[in-house]
């Protein structure tokens, strides 16, 4: 089943813009999760957001999380190109789920020099 | 830094083979767990293991089996390769003990059945 959808799925901008993509879910949840992969590679956990955190920074990286709407997004200020890469959020699947999470299909972002 | 080693990064097999993928992690973590990644699909949970001798079906088990004697290393096991089972697959760990935890993952094997 597949419980993040992220928003849009590729987005293409220019170094030193900022971007935001954007994650919406079904179910309740104890955290959602951002991840990232380059071309060919495995993922790398970018942040976790709990669900009665509202806001998390880490360094230009910027989530936002609504538990109302059921939905996150992630900002990356001040892009470069090596931020060019996939995307995912994640989100966890309630109590009894151990830590087994669902993934959206991502959102590619292409940062051009 | 956690170090999740997936065996091969790229693998060519026949249809009806017994395919297996191994994965190894490095720092005593509890949970491990097998996933496929397809364009457009994300990543799809195929099993999961919670301690030694332990296992729980994922998303999408069916055609596939897992096998983890040690806490170690965890392996995905293709009964008999069919070539819908041509992807990407993905290890990752995480320590266990609470769901709020990161899970570090393996650079990934793509395997082709042909």
């Known amino acids: 089943s597949q419980q993040g959808e992220e928003d849009p799925q590729a987005l293409s901008i220019q170094e030193g813009e900022n971007a935001t993509m954007n994650c919406s879910y079904k179910t309740s949840i104890n955290n959602l999760q951002w991840y990232r992969q380059n071309s060919g590679r495995g993922l790398v956990h970018l942040i976790l957001?709990?669900?009665?955190?509202r806001e998390k920074h880490s360094g230009r990286l910027r989530v936002t999380l609504d538990t109302s709407k059921k939905s996150s997004s992630l900002l990356i200020t001040a892009s470069r190109a090596a931020d060019t890469a996939s995307y995912f959020c994640?989100?966890?699947?309630?109590?009894?789920?151990?830590?087994?999470?669902?993934f959206g299909a991502g959102t590619r972002l292409a940062v051009h020099p | 830094d956690v170090k999740v080693t997936q065996s091969s990064r790229y693998l060519v097999k026949r249809t009806g083979e017994k395919v297996f993928l191994e994965c190894v992690q490095d720092?005593?973590?509890?949970?491990m767990f097998w996933y496929r990644q397809d364009p457009g699909l994300g990543l799809r949970l195929i099993y999961f293991s919670y301690d030694v001798k332990m296992k729980e079906k994922g998303d999408i088990p069916e055609g596939y089996s897992v096998s983890r004697e040690k806490k170690e290393r965890f392996s995905l096991i293709l009964e008999s390769a069919s070539t819908n089972q041509t992807s990407m697959y993905l290890c990752a760990s995480d320590r266990g003990s609470t769901i709020n935890q990161p899970q570090h993952f393996g650079d990934g094997t793509r395997l082709s059945i042909l």
């Open positions: 720092m005593d973590h509890e949970n």
């Open positions: 994640a989100t966890d699947r309630g109590p009894g789920g151990y830590n087994k999470l669902i």
């Open positions: 957001i709990r669900s009665n955190e």
